[in-house]
Structures are given as C-alpha cells and as structure tokens.
C-alpha cells in the first residue's frame, strides 16, 4: 500500500504544476480574499498561489532561504522597499504600464517606491493607525488626546495592535517626535510611554485577535487600529469608530512589487497591474481580512457609499495631511526597537 | 557464514530502514540547529560561527529569560493541576464504575480529545472571552456584576493546557490503576492499616509509574505548545515556543530561535533527569 | 462517598466537554459571531466551508499525509521493533534509546531542525515535508507499542515457522503481523491521529499545499467566525465515527 500511495503523492503534487501556469505571491492576509483573487485567475487561466507572511523581516528571511523564481510577487510595507531593493529582491517595474496619474497624489510616494530613478514597486492600499474605539464605552472627546490612554480611565480596556512600527511611531508622535525623527537617540524616551502604555492595557493581539477582541467588547480600545480594524466590523457593531487623535496619526501603505529573479515577468506584471486596476482596488478595499483605502482614486467609482463612508473616503485630504508615515529605521534602530517590543510584551 | 551472524545482519537489516530515518531527519537536523545556534546575525545575514551570544543572551536579557520562566511556571502549574484533576477521575472510573461501562466511562472522558487542537484553544476562548458562555451564564444567574477578565490571560492558557492534559492523564492513570491488584489493598487492611493509610502508603506509591510517565509527557508536550498560549495568552505575556516563533517569524533570527529551542530542549532533559526513576516510556 | 464520586465524574464530564459543546452549539448561529446569544438555528455556515475548496483540499492532503506517514512510521517501526526483541544486537540498549528519543523532544524543536535542514539543503518545502516529519514523531511511537507487544508467546511460533522452513519475510508477513494485528492496528490509528492533527510541524515545513490544522489557523487568523465553529465540529464528529467503529470493529473483538 504504502508504494501506491506514494505514487498517488507523487502524481498529485506534479499534477497542479503541469496542469496550467502559476503565479507564487508572497502577501499579506488581505490578498487571500478569493473575490480578489479568483477575477484574475479566471481571466488569465493561471493559480495563483498564495503565502502570507508578517513583517518585511520575515518576508525577506524568506526570499533568503528560496531560490531565485521561486517568488514571483511580494507585498511589501511602502516603507521598506529601499531595503528590499538594496538587498538586491525586487525586480524593476515598467513605470509606464503603471496607472500612477490615477493614483491620490500623496500616495504616488515615488521617494519610496523608487530608488535612483527605477521604479521597484507600486503602492496598492493606505489606511491609517491612530485610536480605534467603542463609542458607547469611552467619551469620544477623549480619544482627540492620546494622554487619555494612560490616565488611568481606561486601564485594562486597551488593546494594543501587535506591530510595533505604527505603534511605537504613535508614541513618538505623542512625545512630539517626528517619526522620521526616530532612531537610537530619540528612541529611549519612548520606553517610559511604552511601559506606561502596556500597563493600561488587557491585551497586545495581531490585525484578528483586536478586531475580536473589539467585536466582543473585551477591549474598548485598540492603540495602532483604524479603518482596517473597524470597516470589517461595521456591518455587526455600528458603534466602532476611529479617530486621529490631536498628536496626529501614521498612515500605513503597502505596495506590490515584482520579486527579483522571477521566471514569469509578464504575468507578474499582468497581476501587479490588475491589482491597481480599478476593480482589483475595489476588491482589496473590502478584502476580509482588513479594509483600507484604495491607492488608485478611480476605484471610488466602484465603492458603495456605505463602503466610502466606513473608509471615510471624503475626509481623506484632511487625514492625509494630519499623518505621518511609518519610521525608517535602519538596521540597528530596527533590532532595537523589536527588542524594546518584546520586552514590553513579556513586561 | 553461522547462524549467529546471519541473523545479526538480518537484525540490521530490519533495523536500517528506522535508524536511517532517525539518523537523517532527527539526528542531522538537530545537530544542524545546534550549529546553527552558535552564529550570529549580522544585519539580516547569518553568520556561522563559534559565538556563544545567543546563550548569554536567552539567559541575562531579561525580556528572553522571562520567556523561559514563564514557560516553566506554566508547564509545572499545569501538570500539577491535571494530575490532582485526573487522578481522581481515572479513579472513580476504575473503582466506582461498574466493569462493563468502565471502556465507555473511559472514552467518553477523552473523547473530546478528538475535536482538531487548534479548534480546542479556540473554542476556549469562546468560553472565557467576556461576552463568552461563562460569563453570560454567571451573570445571568447573579453571581457576578461584572463581567470576569479570563480570556487572554495566564489563567486562560493554564485552563485550556488542563484540560488537554486531564484528559491524557486520566488514560494513563487508569491503565495503571486498572492492573493494581485488589489484594494489596486489601493485605494492607487486614494489617489494619486505616483506609487512608492504605491509600497514601500502598495505593498511591503503586501507581506512581503511571503518574509520573503521564506527568512526564504532559510536561514535555506542554512546555512546547505554540499554539495554546497564543490563542488564549492574548500576548500579556511570551512563553518560550512563542518566543522562538517571534524571533524566526518577525525577526528572521534564526541562530537566536535555534538557541533558545536548545534551552527548552534543555529543561526538557533536566525534567526527563529528574523522573527517570519512574518512567517507562516505552510501555506507554 | 460513592455520591460524591459521582458527583466527581458529572463535574469531570463537563469540564471536558463544555468547550466542545460550545463549539458545536454555535456553529449552527444564525450571526456572524459566534458568541452568545444565540441567535436562531442555521446551517449556512456548514453550507460554507462545505463549498470551499482551499478547505476540502487541506482535508484531502491531511488524509494523504496522516495515512502515508503513518504507514511509514509503522513499517519502519515494526521492522525495527521486530529485530531489537528477537536478535541480540550490540548497542541494542542504545538503539532503542535513539529511535524513542524524538518522544521526548518538543514537535516545534523537530519541526525548526528540519526547517533548517531543508534552507540548507535547498530542499523545496511541500505536504512531502511535512510528511517526513510526521513519520519523525509517529516513528518512536510505533516502534514502542510494536516491541512493548512482542511476547514470548509469539517468539515460540516465529520459532517454529522457522524450523519448518519458512523464510524471514515469510515469517513476518504470516506469523508476526497477524498476531501482532491489534498492537499494529492501534499504533497505526494512533499515528494517523496525531499526523491529522498536527500544527506545528505543518505550518513550518509547507508551503502553498497546507494540512486542515495549518488551514484552520488561517481561517481563525481571518476573524471570528461561526465557520471556524463548523468545521471544527465537522471534523469532530467525523474523528469520533472513526473511534466508535474501531472500538467496535477492532478493538472490543480482541479484548
């Protein structure tokens, strides 16, 4: 038995391969939505398959350890594209096959996704990590000043969103630091708000573990949440809402890159450029494992109000202006800033 | 060629094809973690070497030693908890039940031993969080205003490791306690001991194997869970598996992730050292 | 003192199966949280994951790894438990120590050895991986309950095969096998149980083709949801079906 069976393995583990084209994406949560997905597969006849990671350190252990063609695409934080690109990962984009002139124009973010004047990557969703809240549980006017979190009202009803990037740079913010500021000086004179933060509050979960937490009342508040946390939850509990606090807010923006050394370029492009298609947009606007704003404006025409609404899709010049981008920490800040959060997790 | 020789090779023979296996994908894996667990990182490359770093680190960097005492709180709390749970359990089954329920008696016990076990911890959660089945129920008969904090906590992780392991006690005790003849109990009374000198000095002492066997593995499969203090521990707190998960996952530190499994591997030997005595692994 | 073990046994029973009757009781909510209150009876959910397919082929390459694996393990075992209690072997006290060793080792610290193994090695991670670690930790186990069964009983009539003439396989595949059935029968279901169960070794050693654990983790990792309740309680009760027919089956004939 065991020899047939092995055989039957065999066959089946060849048989996907031969059987039509595919296309391996390395992504986040949001992009395992089959109504995102399913589209492309149809129209291009191809699978494609799909494996998330957390974090662009992880993502780049990853690629590390696989060979070149194993990837074909990634998503990647806007922010680290520099030093995906610099560790030699990200393959070059045709900048005119981009529909970049459609883009919100702060979200364009050709600093980042550009490096000496080739374009490695394309920003595909934005959103922002302030305060999320219950709105029946906690004065709403408190949630305008981020010192509200630590007075002591609200110990134990606070969620922290585990990333500590947003989180960590929303600290800085309440310190008056600039996130772009932040590096191994200025970053000790976040460790007393971290700790002070950490002791107000019930629970330090990922994108998942808040939203529960948040559904089901065991937080009232997350620290790092926003629309991504809130929109999937609108529908059930109206009474969740999110704002950027008076200290300002990060936005957060991924981009959607080629993977260097990729044996199939064109339908990775062809997929890279479905997903900033107006209709891809839409779709990874209400993906479900987190919402967020499309980069591309021109996916608005395919949103419901009610799904501009939840995003707050009007209000987006003000916001935009009223945040700050996610810290660049270079190599030493970066492994001390980790440190810092995993010390402040086993607190 | 004698016969004695033959049959040695024959021996080997059979023995080949496990030893092989255990060589190359045990064996070999691990002693690639031990090397591996001696490098160091260097920006996001690995860099092997011989640097005990990672070493000093698991055992004066706070935020990692902690780890690893949380993990040994945890791991004794609940052993200790399942087998003063089970032993009576597997008890009243053995002793109370009648013969031909007992198999049914002893099932039911472990049956949902069956669910899928990251549907396990997760339906604890249902049951602890603060809008879950306990607290509605305590609330809706009076005996609590508020709702209790239980889902991600200690007490959480510890209530859904407890009741995995009642279960994989009870099996193991009862199987112990099911081969103890009657007659030494009865000798002892008719020695007049009383019945709890009975049970403390001849009862308890004859099914100490099976405890310690089944404390054994609880402690070992415990102190390496990943996926029950990450589902209900709500991260207030690490426990060395998730540690190792965070340093490979988020951090792509594999050398320190390989050190920190060589430490838990560590503790594990230090157990296995100190109920040596009693086990029978292999008669499990 | 017997009505308080009763009373005992009652609590025990539900303590253990409180959370399964949680998980079973709201996979049938008419909501999309699966806490209380319960909201009126409804199947959609199980109409759900029974039409999706990343979840009915996580099912399928569960199965395959749990009964290949499995079957492995058993073999190998039994070979080797079959050679240490009938020839006498130098270091034999040592090789049984070896092959029960990976027992006694966490799954995660097999798992990231292998994982390491296999970057070095260049070796792509698939369900084959995942595989060869299942029969790692169903190996030991299987080689334990096959020796802890071999008595002299069966000795004597592996003997006297011999005498008559039969060959070695023979001998294995007429006289030790069969009368071993119900120790190797045991030790094969217990593997394919744990192999079909198993996260950790899974999640680290796949890749795009994902076990049902590994794909559950994923669902609850996409929120709270009454699907995550039915499947859940989907595979319970298939687990169990499983367990009553061998202990009707198999088990209670032999007894």
């Known amino acids: 038995m065991p020899r047939k069976s092995l055989t039957a393995l065999a066959l089946l583990l060849a048989t996907p391969a031969c059987a039509e084209d595919t296309l391996n994406a390395l992504v986040w949560c949001d992009h395992t939505d089959p109504t995102l997905i399913e589209p492309f597969e149809k129209a291009h006849n191809v699978k494609v398959n799909l494996k998330e990671f957390e974090g662009t350190a992880a993502g780049l252990a990853i690629l590390d350890q696989s060979q070149p063609g194993d990837w074909d695409v990634m998503v990647i934080d806007s922010v680290d594209v520099h030093r995906a690109v610099e560790a030699g990962k990200l393959a070059e984009l045709p900048a005119d096959k981009l529909p970049t002139a459609d883009f919100f124009p702060a979200l364009v973010m050709a600093t980042n996704n550009t490096v000496d004047g080739k374009t490695y990557a394309v920003t595909e969703k934005f959103g922002y990590n302030t305060i999320s809240y219950d709105k029946t549980k906690v004065d709403p006017k408190d949630m305008e000043d981020m010192a509200a979190l630590t007075s002591g009202k609200y110990d134990g009803k606070i969620g922290i969103y585990d990333y500590y990037l947003p989180v960590m740079g929303l600290l800085a913010l309440g310190q008056g630091i600039k996130t772009a500021d932040l590096n191994a000086d200025t970053l000790p004179k976040l460790q007393d708000s971290l700790t002070a933060l950490r002791k107000a509050s019930k629970q330090v979960s990922d994108v998942v573990s808040s939203q529960t937490a948040l559904a089901t009342g065991d937080v009232d508040i997350v620290v790092g949440g926003g629309e991504w946390l809130t929109a999937v939850l609108a529908k059930d509990n109206p009474n969740l809402d999110w704002t950027i606090p008076k200290q300002g807010g990060l936005r957060w923006s991924q981009s959607i890159a080629e993977v260097a050394g990729t044996k199939k370029a064109d339908l990775a492009l062809e997929f890279i450029q479905y997903i900033v298609s107006p209709e891809g947009q839409a779709a990874l606007a209400q993906s479900s494992c987190y919402w967020g704003m499309p980069a591309n404006q021109k996916a608005g025409d395919l949103l419901s109000p009610e799904a501009k609404a939840v995003l707050r899709w009007d209000q987006q010049p003000d916001y935009i202006a009223r945040s700050q981008l996610y810290p660049i920490p270079d190599a030493a800040t970066d492994a001390k800033m980790q440190d810092m959060w995993t010390a402040m997790l086993n607190q | 060629?004698?016969?004695?020789?033959?049959?040695?090779?024959?021996?080997?023979?059979?023995?080949?094809?496990?030893?092989?296996?255990?060589?190359?994908?045990?064996?070999?894996?691990?002693?690639?973690?031990?090397?591996?667990?001696?490098?160091?990182?260097?920006?996001?490359?690995?860099?092997?070497?011989?640097?005990?770093?990672?070493?000093?680190?698991?055992?004066?960097?706070?935020?990692?030693?902690?780890?690893?005492?949380?993990?040994?709180?945890?791991?004794?709390?609940?052993?200790?908890?399942?087998?003063?749970?089970?032993?009576?359990?597997?008890?009243?089954?053995?002793?109370?039940?009648?013969?031909?329920?007992?198999?049914?008696?002893?099932?039911?016990?472990?049956?949902?031993?069956?669910?899928?076990?990251?549907?396990?911890?997760?339906?604890?959660?249902?049951?602890?969080?603060?809008?879950?089945?306990?607290?509605?129920?305590?609330?809706?008969?009076?005996?609590?205003?508020?709702?209790?904090?239980?889902?991600?906590?200690?007490?959480?992780?510890?209530?859904?490791?407890?009741?995995?392991?009642?279960?994989?006690?009870?099996?193991?005790?009862?199987?112990?306690?099911?081969?103890?003849?009657?007659?030494?109990?009865?000798?002892?009374?008719?020695?007049?001991?009383?019945?709890?000198?009975?049970?403390?000095?001849?009862?308890?002492?004859?099914?100490?194997?099976?405890?310690?066997?089944?404390?054994?593995?609880?402690?070992?499969?415990?102190?390496?869970?990943?996926?029950?203090?990450?589902?209900?521990?709500?991260?207030?707190?690490?426990?060395?598996?998730?540690?190792?998960?965070?340093?490979?996952?988020?951090?792509?530190?594999?050398?320190?992730?390989?050190?920190l499994s060589v430490v838990l591997m560590g503790v594990v030997t230090v157990a296995y050292a100190a109920c040596s005595r009693w086990l029978r692994l292999d008669r499990l | 003192m017997k009505l308080l073990g009763w009373v005992y046994l009652a609590l025990g029973y539900a303590f253990v199966f409180l959370p399964v009757v949680v998980l079973v009781v709201f996979s049938f909510q008419d909501g999309r949280l699966p806490v209380p209150p319960f909201q009126g009876f409804s199947l959609q959910w199980y109409e759900k994951i029974l039409s999706d397919s990343g979840l009915m082929t996580a099912l399928w390459h569960s199965a395959l790894v749990a009964f290949i694996s499995s079957g492995l393990a058993l073999l190998m075992g039994f070979l080797a438990a079959h050679a240490l209690a009938r020839v006498r072997l130098p270091g034999s006290v040592l090789m049984r120590g070896l092959l029960i060793a990976p027992m006694t080792v966490s799954y995660l610290i097999i798992a990231l050895g292998l994982l390491t193994t296999f970057n070095q090695t260049g070796v792509k991670l698939s369900l084959i991986t995942a595989g060869i670690g299942h029969v790692v930790i169903n190996l030991p186990l299987c080689f334990a309950i096959a020796f802890a069964a071999m008595g002299d009983h069966q000795k004597?009539?592996?003997?006297?095969?011999?005498?008559?003439?039969?060959?070695?396989?023979?001998?294995?595949?007429?006289?030790?096998?069969?009368?071993?059935?119900?120790?190797?029968?045991?030790?094969?279901?217990?593997?394919?149980?744990?192999?079909?169960?198993?996260?950790?070794?899974?999640?680290?050693?796949?890749?795009?083709?994902?076990?049902?654990p590994v794909e559950i983790w994923s669902m609850l990792r996409s929120g709270l949801s009454p699907a995550t309740n039915a499947v859940g309680s989907l595979v319970f009760l298939v687990s169990i079906s499983m367990v009553f027919l061998l202990e009707i089956f198999l088990f209670r004939r032999v007894k």
């Open chain 2, 1 to 259: 060629m004698s016969i004695a020789s033959a049959e040695r090779k024959l021996g080997w023979g059979l023995l080949a094809p496990a030893l092989l296996w255990t060589a190359a994908f045990f064996v070999v894996p691990f002693l690639a973690m031990l090397a591996l667990s001696f490098a160091h990182m260097e920006g996001r490359a690995i860099v092997s070497g011989f640097d005990p770093g990672n070493y000093i680190r698991a055992f004066t960097d706070w935020s990692q030693l902690k780890a690893l005492i949380n993990s040994v709180e945890i791991t004794v709390t609940v052993t200790v908890i399942s087998v003063v749970l089970a032993w009576p359990l597997a008890a009243i089954i053995a002793w109370q039940v009648p013969a031909r329920f007992q198999r049914l008696a002893l099932l039911m016990a472990v049956l949902p031993f069956w669910t899928s076990y990251v549907v396990r911890s997760y339906s604890w959660l249902l049951v602890l969080g603060k809008n879950g089945v306990i607290n509605k129920a305590l609330m809706g008969i009076g005996v609590i205003s508020e709702p209790l904090a239980l889902a991600s906590t200690r007490t959480a992780t510890v209530i859904g490791f407890v009741h995995f392991f009642v279960m994989l006690l009870t099996l193991t005790i009862y199987a112990n306690l099911i081969q103890l003849s009657p007659n030494y109990a009865r000798a002892a009374q008719d020695l007049g001991a009383s019945r709890w000198a009975t049970f403390v000095h001849v009862i308890l002492p004859l099914t100490l194997p099976g405890v310690i066997t089944g404390a054994f593995v609880t402690f070992v499969l415990c102190i390496g869970d990943y996926i029950t203090p990450q589902i209900l521990g709500g991260n207030t707190e690490l426990t060395l598996p998730q540690l190792i998960m965070l340093q490979m996952g988020r951090s792509g530190n594999f050398p320190m992730a390989s050190a």
């Open chain 3, 156 to 212: 004597n009539a592996e003997r006297a095969a011999r005498d008559l003439g039969a060959s070695e396989v023979q001998v294995l595949w007429h006289i030790s096998a069969p009368m071993l059935a119900p120790a190797l029968a045991a030790a094969f279901f217990l593997s394919v149980t744990f192999s079909w169960d198993e996260f950790i070794i899974a999640f680290l050693l796949t890749r795009f083709e994902v076990t049902l």
